[in-house]
């Protein structure tokens, strides 16, 4: 029975860390896998028990079912075909981890994503049944499982009640392998056994467990500012293949040649403002392209963390007929893509297939903020501005005119909107401007005032910037219906707009051609905030500049009085690293003053003997002075079975002390077994006073 205990101590200690990848994967697809690894360990490992002749092939044996067994849950049922299933495993060795690490979280539960987890573990517990059988220390085999541990926080560290609660779980298993395993002590006799292991195993396990608690809440309470820890995540990304299609924008004249050819189709309950394709952030005085980090789309995608306005959720089906597209219909916040594995930016909602050929249908959900009062919004200072470098003297000048030299605010957006409608024309025709550069936009805002939503779009970007709005440009589709099955949307609704960081909503898209807004399709969510926020700017000779928002009153907290501030986090943890020290510092210098004492060379072991007990009794408040002798100690405790141990010691000091020739290694031996003897009768006082004397300091120092 101890055994089988051992046993599931140490699957347990080896499966459960897999389960730490929840963040990643979700409990529901982690679950299936790793029951299975750790029946199909446990079931061989039993066959062996009954079949000693499979010992040598144990760990083989389970590591070929196990591979099987995982491959019945995972593979086959995915569609994986029996003749592909050794390259898909070899897959989940070489590619999986990495490719999970270029997903979005939660990532999705495909078998090229997820073999990682289940394989490690698999390894981990087969390792561990082999160390906790073979090897003589139990505590070894949890290295395996302690390995899959420090890896699931490699992806994504535990924190707060969790790290708690998981160091405590490992912490116990440790402690329940150290209760269960035969090799804890070897006894001298058989009424010595359950003391032995009872007293080894308290003191091996109450350093673990105080480890792990003090250890999680010291980590989460370390760190003041709450950054985000480390993960094997950062900097990972999926590199595009260069581009096989021309930029969305330089196709918007094109597109509106040819009107009627349609591009795409979606059904929605909702009304769609518009769709998206690309989004550009960067420009080098000619040319706009995209920027973003990709990764691959998992299961589901929350509301950025820097839009605290509330959020609706929205879906649509879409089918897309462009044949060669890689960027695909898409919303600037996407939640959730089926049908389709696309790889997504979160931050601007662009979907990219590569490689993609023939049209594709998906379902498409989204997050769509609905602000109150958009109106008086600022704008988001974490945003990036974008280039502003090189911009032409003429075209500066005219950012100042067009927003009354105004600071940066959402109203100063809306008033560069509201110029740009009034002062530029849309063109139309066959005859239309292209292009985007400096020559183009000079042309635009200074010559002509006629362009497409290509140049509207740009222009706008440009003069936002110079004048330090967060600005870049989208370029998709206006949504002519709105809402509806099987709507269709062509050539003639593409359409370039710019959009701006507001805080706390996200990139808000403009529209200075005001295509957008005469599309027909009702206002609903953000698109309908902004249609109250433009009615509600004045004409230009009313504006005013709006009010700064008002200084944090922390900002000036030192101006405000003789104020006390307490600093409690930094208390707490003083306080815990103190406690910390005291509860494992005390017992583990006793343990190490005693093995020193034990092995000093000739009479020295033995005196030292007599220095173990003397400072046992110590800490129990025994009285002592330094004139005593192991005699004397002895005449003043009560306890008969320490009395009996002090007079079996004292004759081994007097032999060590006056032999002359220096004391034999079975007198040293015997010193030693009379200070068991004392702490063995000291131990049938009560629990708590147990405890004040393994945790006295005033024993650690030398008796006065």
């Known amino acids: ?58 760990a083989l044996l389970a590591l070929v079912l196990g591979l099987l067994a995982l491959s019945a849950a995972v ?27 270029q997903s979005t979280w939660p990532a999705r539960s495909d078998p090229e994503l997820l073999l990682f987890v289940p394989l490690a573990v698999l390894v981990a517990a087969v390792l561990g049944v082999e160390m906790v059988s073979r090897l003589r220390w139990p505590l070894v085999a949890l290295v395996p499982g302690l390995a899959v541990l420090g890896l699931s926080q490699a992806y994504v560290a535990l924190s707060g009640v969790t790290a708690l609660i998981a160091g405590f779980a490992f912490a116990a298993l440790a402690a329940v392998l150290l209760m269960s395993t035969r090799e804890l002590a070897v006894p001298t006799s058989a009424a010595e056994r359950p003391t032995r292991r009872t007293v080894v195993a308290a003191v091996l396990v109450a350093p673990t467990l105080v480890l792990a608690v003090a250890g999680a809440v010291l ?32 196709e918007v004249a094109g597109r509106m040649l040819d009107p009627r050819e349609p591009v795409f189709t979606y059904t929605s309950d909702v009304p769609i403002d518009r769709w998206r394709l690309v989004v550009l952030d960067t420009f080098n005085g000619v040319n706009w392209t995209p920027g973003g980090q990709y990764r691959r789309m998992g299961a589901n995608l929350e509301a950025s963390p820097s839009v605290t306005a509330p959020t609706d959720r929205r879906s649509a089906s879409v089918e897309f007929l462009d044949e060669d597209a890689q960027w695909v219909p898409s919303q600037a916040m996407p939640a959730s893509v089926t049908g389709l594995a696309p790889l997504v930016d979160e931050d601007s909602g662009m979907l990219v297939v590569p490689e993609r050929h023939g049209p594709v249908s998906y379902d ?83 010559g002509s005032k006629r362009g497409t939503s290509e140049q509207f779009a740009t222009a706008y970007v440009v003069l936002a910037r110079a004048r330090g709005i967060p600005a870049r440009v989208a370029v998709g589709f206006r949504s002519s219906q709105g809402a509806g099955n099987d709507v269709v949307v062509r050539n003639q609704d593409v359409l370039a707009w710019p959009e701006v960081a507001v805080a706390g909503v996200g990139w808000v898209a403009l529209d200075p051609t005001g295509e957008a807004a005469g599309s027909g399709a009702p206002a609903e969510g953000l698109a309908e905030s902004t249609a109250r926020a433009r009615e509600a700017l004045p004409e230009p000779e009313e504006i005013q500049e709006p009010e700064l928002p008002p200084a944090d009153q922390n900002d000036n907290a030192a101006d405000v009085g003789p104020g006390i501030t307490i600093p409690w986090l930094t208390i707490g943890v003083v306080v815990a690293a103190g406690a910390l020290i005291w509860l494992v510092g005390v017992p583990l210098a006793a343990a190490i003053r005693r093995w020193r004492r034990r092995r000093r060379p000739g009479a020295g072991a033995v005196v030292g003997a007599w220095h173990e007990a003397r400072d046992r009794l110590r800490a129990y408040g025994v009285p002592f002075t330094t004139g005593m002798t192991v005699r004397d100690l002895a005449g003043v405790v009560p306890d008969p079975p320490v009395v009996a141990g002090l007079q079996a010691l004292a004759h081994h000091v007097d032999t060590a002390l006056w032999s002359g020739t220096g004391p034999e290694q079975s007198t040293v031996d015997e010193a030693w077994s009379a200070v068991r003897v004392v702490r063995r009768g000291m131990a049938t006082r009560p629990l708590t006073v147990r405890l004040r004397a393994a945790l006295n300091v005033r024993a650690l120092r030398s008796p006065k």
């Open 1 to 58: 029975m101890t055994a089988r205990v051992s046993l599931i101590a140490v699957l347990l200690a080896s499966v459960g860390p897999g389960l730490l990848f929840a963040p990643v994967f979700g409990v529901v697809a982690l679950l299936l896998p790793l029951v299975v690894i750790g029946s199909v360990v446990y079931g061989v490992t039993e066959l062996v028990r009954y079949r000693r002749s499979l010992e040598p092939w144990r």
């Open 75 to 101: 593979l086959w049922p995915a569609g994986v075909s029996v003749g592909a299933t050794v390259p898909a495993l070899a897959a989940g060795v070489t590619e999986s981890w990495q490719l999970t690490l």
């Open 219 to 250: 980590a989460t309470a370390a760190d003041p500012v709450e950054r985000p820890a480390y993960s094997l995540r950062e900097k990972q990304q999926v590199p595009l293949p260069p581009a096989r299609v021309a930029n969305p924008l330089d």
């Open 364 to 446: 498409l959900s989204w997050w769509d903020p609905t602000p109150g009062d958009l109106y008086g919004a600022a704008i988001d200072p974490t945003a990036p501005i974008g280039d502003v470098a090189a911009i032409p003297p003429e075209i500066s000048e005219l950012a100042g005119r067009a927003v009354a030299d105004m600071r940066p605010s959402f109203q100063t957006a809306l008033m560069l909107e509201d110029y740009l409608r009034k002062n530029y024309k849309v063109a139309t025709g066959e005859n239309l401007p292209t292009g985007s550069g400096w020559p183009q936009l000079t042309e635009f805002l200074t």
